[in-house]
């Protein structure tokens, strides 16, 4: 998990009087909130892995995104330009497609190789997610290991993702 924090930074500039003095100053979060914020992003991303592997889309809309949500998943690529899923029925509806889909091709489920996270404040979260579709025989559906960018902000009722950006067509040559 990649974790930046950062302390302050003080510039001055006294070789001219002219020019302003400038200070930065990035305060560190408190070592039990971050602590308390990485468990919690970590849990909110478990959750929708074994709700995804239960095919529980309504469950997905309602407890782990906030509409509107921006979307760009798996597959679109090209001139293809993101989605605004604008309800949770629509989240739900375009869950329900993906696991037509992706069952369609022999998924059984999903697995998490790696999450990181990466705080931006106290109640912001960038997620990259590497994962595999597996198949009934344990084999990844192509392309293995997936890459998944989720935006988090934290309200009142927790964790919520507002825009995910999904791996391109992994078949495209990039330039």
């Given at each position: 998990?990649?974790?930046?924090?950062?302390?302050?930074?003080?510039?001055?500039?006294?070789?001219?009087?002219?020019?302003?003095?400038?200070?930065?100053?990035?305060?560190?979060?408190?070592?039990?909130?971050?602590?308390?914020?990485?468990?919690?992003?970590?849990?909110?991303?478990?959750?929708?892995?074994?709700?995804?592997?239960?095919?529980?889309?309504?469950a997905i809309a309602e407890e782990i995104y906030l509409p509107p949500v921006i979307v760009k998943l798996s597959g679109e690529s090209g001139?293809?330009?993101?989605?605004?899923?604008?309800?949770?029925?629509?989240?739900?509806?375009?869950?329900?497609?993906?696991?037509?889909?992706?069952?369609?091709?022999?998924?059984?489920?999903?697995?998490?190789?790696?999450?990181?996270?990466d705080f931006k404040g106290l109640d912001m979260a960038f997620v990259h997610m590497e994962y595999d579709r597996l198949k009934e025989n344990g084999e990844p559906i192509l392309p293995a290991k997936r890459n998944a960018s989720y935006v988090l902000l934290k309200y009142k009722s927790g964790w919520r993702i507002i825009s995910v950006l999904g791996q391109s067509n992994p078949n495209l040559e990039i330039n």
């Open positions: 998990m990649k974790l930046t924090i950062f302390s302050a930074i003080c510039i001055l500039c006294s070789s001219c009087s002219s020019l302003p003095k400038l200070q930065i100053v990035v305060p560190v979060k408190p070592p039990e909130e971050l602590k308390k914020n990485i468990e919690s992003v970590a849990a909110h991303m478990n959750r929708y892995v074994a709700l995804f592997n239960n095919e529980k889309a309504d001139d293809a330009t993101h989605t605004i899923m604008a309800t949770e029925s629509q989240l739900s509806d375009r869950f329900k497609s993906i696991f037509e889909a992706i069952k369609s091709e022999g998924w059984k489920e999903s697995i998490v190789h790696n999450l990181d996270v």
